[in-house]
């Protein structure tokens, strides 16, 4: 079966770069989240788009944006990196309906910031 | 004070031993919950949602206790591919049934 998919699966940026991570949801998904996961801390949720419209917003800095295309693949922009960017970026999917909301994740984006 | 709270472990167990993890969440209005595992720098999966009444699946049962926010995880007869982050799930908490909040998840680790 189609799982998410992420890309790059890793990524080096120096200080004041940008990134633009990439997410391609479970076909017929229409809701794309994105989560950050700090070494040793839980993901954190960032964003989500539903029908390539913004739903929620989490701790996504004001450095970071998003967006989701007509296609619902979603990017993750980022720019004037900073060390503590560094981290594990997942994107997830669901197709709302299901009646507990279940997310399935991409394997993720390691972003490393020097 | 976090709103999933996870036991932290880390849980050491020998094979065949049975184990259980356990989880509170601080907002009543929460709506739905699940158990995620997530090997190291992995992608979290789901494994189980949670239900009132509890269920089962294989060696794992989840209960939930809404009365007391508590949740809970037990695997019985552990196998070494158990070893894993355990991840407490919940959604609803802050506002939107869209954002799953994670706890910060039991580490467990069956040994030989």
């Known amino acids: 079966a189609a799982g998410v998919i992420q890309s790059p699966r890793h990524l080096i940026k120096e200080k004041r770069e940008t990134a633009t991570l990439k997410c391609y949801p479970i076909?017929?998904?229409?809701?794309v989240y994105w989560y950050q996961q700090g070494p040793g801390q839980d993901p954190q949720f960032l964003i989500s788009f539903y029908e390539k419209m913004q739903s929620d917003k989490g701790s996504i800095p004001d450095r970071f944006s998003a967006q989701q295309f007509s296609d619902y693949h979603s990017e993750l922009n980022m720019s004037s990196l900073e060390l503590g960017d560094s981290a594990l970026y997942f994107c997830?999917?669901?197709?709302?309906?299901?009646?507990?909301?279940?997310?399935?994740f991409g394997s993720g984006t390691q972003l490393s910031v020097l | 004070r976090k709103e999933v709270e996870q036991d932290p472990g880390p849980f050491n167990v020998p094979e065949g031993a049975t184990v259980a993890f356990n989880c509170t969440y601080s907002n009543s209005a929460s709506q739905s919950f699940f158990w995620y595992r997530q090997d190291c720098r992995k992608e979290p999966k789901l494994l189980m949602s949670v239900y009132s009444s509890g269920n089962e699946d294989g060696r794992f049962t989840a209960q939930l206790n809404r009365a007391s926010q508590y949740i809970s995880l037990l695997i019985r007869d552990s196998k070494l591919s158990d070893s894993a982050t355990y991840l407490c799930?919940?959604?609803?908490?802050?506002?939107?049934?869209?954002?799953?909040?994670f706890g910060s998840g039991t580490q467990l680790t069956v040994l030989p």
């Open positions: 799930v919940v959604t609803g908490t802050s506002g939107s049934a869209r954002q799953l909040t």
């Open positions: 997830a999917s669901s197709q709302p309906g299901t009646g507990y909301e279940k997310l399935f």
């Open positions: 076909p017929r998904h229409d809701t």
